[in-house]
Every structure is written in C-alpha cells, then in structure tokens.
C-alpha cells in the first residue's frame, strides 16, 4: 500500500450503512492479515452512531487511514440523540465497545463541537506491495 492511503466515506444515518462501511473497508485493504478485524471494529463503531447518536436521523463519516505500521479508524457522528434510544433487554447488546477493546492496540473517543469522534489505532505489519 502507498503511504499514507486513506479512505474516507459519509453513509446514511441507517442500520443498513454498516454493512457498506464493512464493503468499503474490505474493498480498501483488500487481503490485509488485518482486514476483518478492520471491519468488525467499524462495524461496531458505525452501529453505535447509527442506534446511539443524532447521525441516525442524519448522517455520518468513516475514515481510515493506513500509515507505515499503523491504520487509524475514525466513525464521526453528530453527538448526542436528541431522544432517548431503547438499546433491548439487558444483556441484548453493548458488548460493541468490548470487541473493539479487544482488536485495537488504541482506542477511544473525543468531541470536536457538536460532533463526536469515535476511534481505535491497530498496528500493522507491511505485507509486499
């Protein structure tokens, strides 16, 4: 991969959007040893925008970029729900943050403004180009 390669997508505010953020991701690190635990931490990002914040009635950002050693992963959302969401029965959902503790080396969120920024870092080994 050139250095730095980045990808950047909006997707729509829907539960459907997940699955195209995982395509995208595959599509841009193609066979990577690292592509589908890329993927599942994204798609655990981008559902949290999508059931937990004001990006489901709008929109929101996926980013990655891939640097010597390193991918950064970055889901923006559009802050706070302006309602409360109903997450399911206790137990039904919230192991999210769990997967993506467990697959990054980083992770984390801030805010910037209104938005909110969520992120996670993995260290990558370089395949042959």
Wanted: hydrophobic fraction near 40%; aromatic fraction near 4%.
């Amino acid at each position: 991969m050139p250095d730095p390669e980045i990808l950047s997508r909006t997707l729509a505010g829907q539960p459907s959007s997940v699955r195209r953020a995982r395509s995208a991701v595959h599509r841009f690190l193609g066979q990577h040893a690292r592509a589908d635990d890329v993927a599942l931490i994204v798609s655990e990002l981008a559902t949290n925008a999508v059931r937990h914040s004001a990006s489901q009635d709008s929109t929101y950002e996926l980013r990655l970029e891939v640097k010597p050693g390193r991918l950064r992963i970055e889901v923006v959302d559009r802050g706070a729900a302006p309602r409360a969401v109903v997450v399911g029965e206790p137990g039904e959902s919230g192991r999210g943050l769990e997967i993506v503790e467990a697959l990054a080396d980083d992770w984390g969120h801030e805010g910037r403004g209104t938005l909110m920024v969520s992120w996670a870092e993995l260290w990558m080994e370089r395949t042959g180009d």
